[in-house]
């Protein structure tokens, strides 16, 4: 099992950056981020931007409803600047200003650019430059902000090294983030092979996860399946499939979307069923989980063709010392009730693996 920290990523910016596309910009470029480097990291990247995140609302100033929606809950700051400032707040120059600060305040990181035109508009407002280079200045007493030319492509790839940097110098952060907010975040884990026919050249794979949320706004769960045959995600439940790595064949990395955010200690079921191709006998006949988060319970599950339960010899546990190899700590034997052997691991530990075996005849 793979976890995944997701960063709340709040995008600054005055109306006229928008107008220039960077503000799509920035979003492709997370999106990018999140499928080329997310998995290494263990990080997801969420865009927020007030005109797709923040609902209707009344009894406060637009910038106070805007902060307490999503400014307040935002793990990163992107802020833009082109040729305009921005609208006054109450309290600030601006509402990208106030973001910026607000922020800064909070000791969250800014990604701080600002987009140099060759060209001025005929209707650019003088003052505006002015306060943009007024906050530039001040800004660099105490900060690093990056200049850019205007152009789509060269801002992408420095927002894109830019952020892969910032994630290299926090690995060690996000490893302490995950062990303290994933705790157990797995309540129950079921892997269940399934053969198909008597020659057992068609096996599916089903995989049920009783997840509980330990922290708010959790939306993501990646996993990996395959093996030395061909396999396939037949179908997901409770869930969509967002992405599949195939670079590490034979196994595969795929990430899924709950059908709602979760809500902390919130618990919900996913379950996921992958066609595994059989046909050159590369079944290696035993399943097996090493868990790397806590995890209250692992039952793994063979289920045979009904006729062909009497070509099963032996049926095994087995839990390996994950540290010094894989010589047993501790094994068991099992029988064969109405063509299926199971079995069910609990208080399981990250040293360790825990594996189900049966020899064919």
């Known amino acids: 099992m793979i976890n995944i920290l997701q960063y709340n990523v709040l995008i600054s910016c005055p109306q006229d950056v928008e107008k220039k596309k960077y503000v799509k910009a920035i979003k492709e470029t997370l999106e990018k981020f999140n499928k080329s480097y997310g998995k290494h990291y263990f990080v997801y990247l969420k ?17 106070n409803i805007i902060n307490k929606q999503i400014v307040n809950s935002s793990d990163l700051n992107v802020a833009v600047f082109c040729n305009r400032w921005g609208q006054p707040t109450e309290n600030y120059g601006s509402a990208t200003e106030e973001e910026i600060r607000k922020m800064i305040n909070e000791k969250k990181n800014v990604f701080l650019y600002f987009i ?82 008597e020659k057992h050249t068609s096996i599916i794979c089903t995989k049920t996860f009783i997840i509980k949320a330990l922290i708010n706004d959790y939306q ?82 063979t289920e045979f063709y009904p006729s062909n339960v009497s070509n099963v010899r032996k049926t095994a546990y087995e839990i390996f010392d994950g540290i010094s190899g894989r010589s047993p700590v501790e094994t068991g034997n099992l029988e064969i009730i109405d063509n299926r052997i199971k079995y069910t691991f609990d208080s399981l530990q990250r040293t360790k693996r825990y594996s189900l075996k049966w020899v064919l005849k």
Not at 51 to 59: I, R
Not at 130 to 145: H, V
Not at 230 to 240: H, R, T
Request: glycine content about 2%.
């Open 116 to 197: 140099h035109s060759k060209a001025y508009p005929e209707d650019t407002d003088l003052n505006q430059l002015q306060c943009i280079e007024t906050f530039k200045r001040e800004y660099a007493q105490k900060g690093i902000y990056s200049e850019v030319e205007d152009n789509i492509n060269n801002f992408k790839e420095r927002l894109l090294s830019s952020v892969s940097n910032f994630f290299d110098t926090q690995q060690d952060n996000i490893k302490a983030e995950l062990d303290r907010d994933w705790d157990h975040i797995i309540e129950d884990y079921e892997i269940q092979f399934k053969y198909m026919d």
């Open 47 to 63: 865009s927020i931007y007030w005109k797709d995140d923040v609902f209707p609302e009344y009894g406060d100033t637009p910038q």
């Open 220 to 301: 993501f769960l990646s996993d990996r399946y395959g093996w030395k045959g061909d396999s396939e995600i037949l179908s997901v439940d409770g869930a969509d499939i967002v992405d599949i790595d195939s670079e590490n064949n034979p196994y595969k990395v795929y990430t899924v979307k709950f059908d709602r955010p979760l809500s902390k200690n919130e618990v919900t079921k996913i379950t996921v069923k992958i066609r595994l191709d059989n046909t050159q006998k590369v079944d290696p006949c035993y399943l097996s989980y090493s868990p790397n988060i806590p995890i209250k319970s692992l039952t793994l599950h």
